[in-house]
């Protein structure tokens, strides 16, 4: 008789603890959506202008540069007979508004035209701030990198704030 009450009791106990645990299970499950709302942030939150190289990197990337792209681009970053410029007003407005990540892509998996996709990825992550740099964007401290999808979060921005 007294283990039956018992019985129950832990029953009860069990079945109180529960709900308490449920409940703001649900109460934070219906919260949710308007939490995320609220706190909202476009993707790309840094651009060209906010020194999102390094001065040595841009080195590097020059060097490099020459290496691989001046047969085709020129030093001056002119262009060539098929090969477009890579400074000037239309070669700014026309990545105006894209991430470097884009960029990145572009040269990575279709340069060199010979024989594309030869270059590491480092390599072109430093060419591009070399070409950041040629075209007048500021350097800064930390360098430039191609991981963690950071060139997603950097907008191209022709236009200095
Ligand atoms: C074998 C010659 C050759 C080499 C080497 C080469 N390119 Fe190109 N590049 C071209 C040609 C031709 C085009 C135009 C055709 C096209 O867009 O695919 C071009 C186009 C581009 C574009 C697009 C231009 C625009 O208007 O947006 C970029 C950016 C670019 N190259 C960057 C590079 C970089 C950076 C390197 C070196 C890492 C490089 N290329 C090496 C021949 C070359």
């Given amino acids: 008789m007294r283990r039956r009450e018992s019985t129950r009791r832990r029953v009860r106990i069990a079945a109180l603890l529960g709900a308490l645990i449920v409940m703001p299970l649900w109460a934070g499950l219906a919260a949710t959506p308007s939490r995320s709302s609220t706190t909202h942030r476009t993707p790309t939150d840094r651009t060209t202008w906010d020194s999102v190289f390094s001065a040595a990197q841009a080195g590097r990337g020059e060097t490099t540069y020459k290496q691989l792209c001046a047969r ?59 070409m950041l740099r040629f075209n007048g964007f500021p350097a800064g401290s930390v360098e430039l990198t191609h991981t963690n999808d950071a060139l997603k979060t950097i907008r191209f921005e022709t236009a200095r704030p």
């Fill in 72 to 130: 085709c681009h020129m030093e001056t970053l002119a262009g060539g007979d098929e090969a477009g410029e890579l400074t000037g007003s239309a070669f700014m407005s026309s990545w105006n508004g894209q991430t470097l990540a884009e960029l990145h892509e572009r040269i990575r998996t279709s340069m060199p035209t010979d024989t594309p996709g030869v270059y590491t990825s480092q390599q072109v992550t430093d060419v591009v701030a070399y």
